[in-house]
């Protein structure tokens, strides 16, 4: 019984890092910033890791803030937060200092930070 458990257990892990990383997207300038909140992703970006932009990125990724989006009661309306600066950072294309930035306000990205919706 114990083996059954822990193959099970192994199994759902697989898939749910599976599904993970397919919702994971790489997003380098604004304009696919939403649309792929919108299609239920989680945004990879370069960030200045400042907490005036992530306010920014908030307001701007709400339902009010974009008026060309198809009201949807099922869909969410907060905008996006960070998630988190993940540890193996994204190397495809690299952060270069001085020259990536951030994707929301220009200045220079510290790192890639993972942004994402609340549902």
């Given at each position: 019984?114990?083996?059954?458990l822990?193959?099970?257990?192994?199994?759902?892990?697989?898939?749910?890092?599976?599904?993970?990383?397919?919702?994971v997207?790489?997003?380098?300038?604004?304009?696919?910033?939403?649309?792929?909140?919108?299609?239920?992703?989680?945004?990879?970006?370069?960030?200045?890791?400042?907490?005036?932009?992530?306010?920014?990125?908030?307001?701007?990724?709400?339902?009010?803030?974009?008026?060309?989006?198809?009201?949807?009661?099922?869909?969410?309306?907060?905008?996006a937060?960070?998630?988190?600066?993940?540890?193996?950072?994204?190397?495809?294309p690299?952060?270069?200092?001085?020259?990536?930035?951030c994707?929301?306000?220009?200045?220079?990205a510290?790192?890639?930070?993972?942004?994402?919706?609340?549902?």
């Amino acid at each position: 019984m114990e083996l059954l458990l822990h193959t099970i257990q192994d199994d759902m892990l697989v898939r749910a890092r599976k599904t993970l990383n397919e919702r994971v997207k790489m997003v380098l300038k604004w304009d696919d910033f939403v649309p792929t909140l919108n299609s239920k992703c989680l945004t990879m970006i370069p960030w200045c890791e400042r907490e005036e932009c992530e306010d920014q990125i908030k307001a701007r990724s709400t339902r009010d803030a974009i008026s060309d989006e198809p009201e949807d009661e099922k869909e969410p309306s907060m905008g996006a937060k960070s998630l988190c600066l993940p540890h193996h950072q994204p190397e495809d294309p690299p952060i270069v200092p001085g020259q990536t930035k951030c994707i929301q306000c220009g200045h220079d990205a510290k790192r890639y930070a993972l942004f994402g919706r609340s549902y």
